[in-house]
């Protein structure tokens, strides 16, 4: 089992639906998480933190579940715009070692 | 702030060559990573330093590739020397320390080498 893993989508979705994804990880001692966004030909760049208690910035909500380990991000009233590969980062503590994990993304098509 | 700069912004090369990616961080940034980007494999972590010091290598592929940070505003991946697998998009990214864990990284533009 790959210790961080996303649905490769693609996800191809209606604008102005909601759509969520999730992101599996199997060390049970991951402290952080964070969900990045990473356009076509572009570099990724950070769309949000996750936080214990779930969070929310305008159409977009992560959440945490640390019982079954794995984060999640919905996206309402999805725009054109939203369309991107969306990545998802654990971090945490591995033997002695700080360990920074990347989930092989999952790809959004928004279509009109 | 320019933001993280990568230099070459496209490198090709011919296999047996050796390539020398650059990377300057964000300025009072003081974590600088090393990331290999492909469509088989995703996004992977070579190396990372803190204060110019390399902490974890483990993700770097074999002794072909090596990097330095020789001062907080400027790093070089090398490798040496090149294979057609190597063929990427390199990415540089800097964060500052948050606590226990890790802060936003903040990635530069890329490079994108292509071996022969």
């Known amino acids: 089992r790959k210790e961080v893993e996303q649905d490769p989508g693609p996800f191809n979705v209606p604008e102005g639906a909601t759509v969520a994804f999730n992101c599996t990880y199997s060390?049970?001692?991951?402290?952080?998480f964070f969900w990045y966004r990473q356009d076509c030909r572009k570099e990724p760049k950070l769309l949000m933190s996750v936080y214990s208690s779930g969070n929310e910035d305008g159409r977009f909500t992560a959440q945490l579940n640390r019982a079954s380990q794995y984060i999640s991000l919905l996206i309402r009233d999805s725009k054109l715009s939203d369309s991107a590969t969306y990545l998802c980062v654990v971090t945490g503590r591995m033997d002695s070692n700080y360990q920074l994990i990347w989930g092989a993304g999952t790809k959004l098509i928004i279509k009109p | 702030d320019a933001g993280v700069i990568q230099s070459p912004r496209h490198e090709v090369t011919e296999m047996g060559q050796e390539v020398t990616l650059r990377c300057k961080p964000i300025?009072?940034?003081?974590?600088l990573f090393w990331y290999r980007q492909t469509m088989m494999r995703g996004l992977e972590l070579l190396i990372y330093f803190n204060n110019n010091v390399p902490i974890d290598d483990s993700g770097m592929p074999e002794d072909r590739f090596s990097a330095k940070m020789p001062n907080a505003s400027f790093s070089t991946l090398k490798i040496q020397p090149s294979e057609p697998r190597d063929s990427a998009v390199y990415f540089c990214?800097?964060?500052?320390?948050?606590?226990?864990?890790?802060?936003?990284?903040?990635f530069g533009p890329g490079t994108r080498l292509t071996v022969l």
């Open positions: 300025s009072g940034h003081d974590y």
């Open positions: 990214a800097s964060s500052y320390p948050s606590g226990s864990s890790y802060n936003e990284q903040f």
């Open positions: 060390n049970s001692a991951s402290q952080s």
